[in-house]
């Protein structure tokens, strides 16, 4: 009951929505792609046409396209959706969110301890920036296993702040700890009788300016 309270009754059907398609009443007319939702209706996505005759006055976003996947502009989405803790990008000079999980490569355990990164709580997608989610799917999945935050606008602001200062701090961190580590190896791997030698070997530093003697001139020969 709590989590149906964190989630607004159109973000399911909004996540589960297939945008792009031909609008089957305007084919024959230009801008007919099905890229718009209606939050008042929570029914199939719809094109530019339909906006007009059908939503007129309801509240409607618009889903634009970045690599195949659909997104949501933040200027839109934030008005009526808390997406704190949710990891943003810039496209085409405009901030946006990705709505579901995207596919990605396996990443082997070798190459994923070379260096600390910030992952996605639910699907472990490398983020940018320390974020908790890459999108608004998996913060929903983050609601429903955890309950910790929320998607109602306003509710959980401090909570999301506290937890981006603790991914900050945990990082810094380790990646300290990680640093520390491969000194310490390094100053193992050198025994106390290299570092004699090493230090024995070093030249001293003598100074270069000596004061000068008295010159003398030769006797004249007779």
Known sequence: M????????WLESLLSTAFFTICPRHRDTPRNECNMYCLDCMDDAFCFYCRSSRHKDHLVIQIRRSSYHDVVRVAEIQKVLDISGVQTYVINSARVLFLNERPQPRISSSSSSKGVSYLCEICSRSLLDPFRFCSLGCKLVGIRKKGDTSFVVGSNKKNEEEAMKQRREGITATRLAS????????????????????????????????????????????
């Open 2 to 9: 709590m989590g149906e309270m964190m989630v607004p009754p």
């Open 179 to 222: 640093k520390q580590q491969g000194d310490d190896e390094e100053l193992r791997e050198r025994s106390p009788q290299e570092m004699y030698t090493s230090s024995a070997s070093t030249p001293p530093h003598f100074n270069s300016r000596r004061r000068k003697g008295i010159p003398h001139r030769a006797p004249f020969a007779s």
